[in-house]
């Protein structure tokens, strides 16, 4: 099977607005179809071992800033992301498309998306910060490992700063100060290439009084 044999999570969010705003809605209650990838995918890689780390929009509803997003992503090493390929593509996933280091969910549509060690945020050029091997980063919640903060606010403000058209990662990032207040010293847990950037958001979000110091 391929991706062009179904639809896929996000031709359906774009074609029917009406189911959209239903999913929206289920997503804030964690039912959406998102949340029910990110618990297959979990659950597929605890059964196989694999150590991860789950990233990007869904690691930020767990840390606090309840947003909606349309895909799963899970940071892991090269070497078990083939390990993932062989054994999961025959077990109700897909390559994203030809040759893609990405997986979709075929049941429910949804794009998993496999971030590397050692691979470079942003636009993909060598900086300080890179991202980690999933198992010094991860924490366990009801059976599911997500990235520790630090290191999500340091992987995000690296790809905002260093690609223009990732400049969502540093919104992002404002959010999430914002929605749980995050403190200014929390830069210190930073890299030292992004702290000036944390510090640059922190000012902006209380300037409009979203942060108390």
Same mark, same amino acid.
């Given at each position: 099977?391929?991706?062009?044999? &179904?639809?896929? %999570?996000e031709d359906? +969010?774009? @074609?029917?607005?009406?189911?959209? +705003? #239903? *999913?929206? #809605?289920? $997503? &804030?209650?964690?039912?959406?179809?998102? &949340?029910?990838? +990110? $618990?297959?995918?979990?659950?597929?890689?605890?059964?196989?071992?694999?150590?991860y780390a789950v990233v990007g929009g869904m690691a930020l509803f767990q $840390?606090?800033?309840?947003? &909606?997003t349309e895909d799963v992503a899970i940071l892991?090493?090269?070497?078990?992301?083939?390990?993932? $390929?062989?054994?999961? *593509? #025959?077990?109700? %996933?897909?390559?994203? !498309?030809a040759n893609s280091k990405h997986l979709r969910d075929v049941e429910h549509g949804v794009k998993i998306e496999f971030l590397t060690t050692g691979d470079y945020p942003g636009d993909g050029?060598?900086?300080?910060? #890179? !991202?980690?091997?999933? @198992?010094?980063?991860? !924490?366990?919640?009801?059976? /599911?490992? %997500?990235i520790q903060l630090p290191k999500l606010v340091e992987l995000k403000l690296a790809s905002g700063m260093t690609n223009p058209g990732r400049l969502k990662d540093l919104s992002?990032?404002?959010?999430?100060?914002?929605? /749980?207040?995050?403190?200014?010293?929390f830069s210190h847990e930073l890299d030292p290439f992004v702290?000036?950037?944390f510090n640059e958001l922190w000012k902006a979000a209380k300037s409009d009084g979203s942060v108390e110091l």
């Open positions: 099977m391929t991706t062009s044999a &179904f639809a896929t %999570y359906r +969010l774009n @074609r029917d607005a009406r189911w959209a +705003l #239903s *999913e929206g #809605s289920r $997503h &804030f209650e964690e039912d959406s179809a998102v &949340f029910k990838a +990110l $618990h297959g995918i979990a659950a597929r890689l605890n059964a196989l071992g694999i150590p $840390h606090g800033l309840r947003r &909606f892991v090493t090269k070497d078990e992301l083939k390990v993932i $390929h062989e054994k999961l *593509e #025959s077990l109700g %996933y897909v390559p994203a !498309f050029k060598k900086r300080p910060v #890179s !991202f980690p091997d999933p @198992r010094t980063v991860s !924490f366990d919640a009801d059976g /599911i490992r %997500y992002d990032v404002l959010e999430l100060i914002k929605a /749980i207040g995050l403190p200014l010293d702290r000036e950037k």
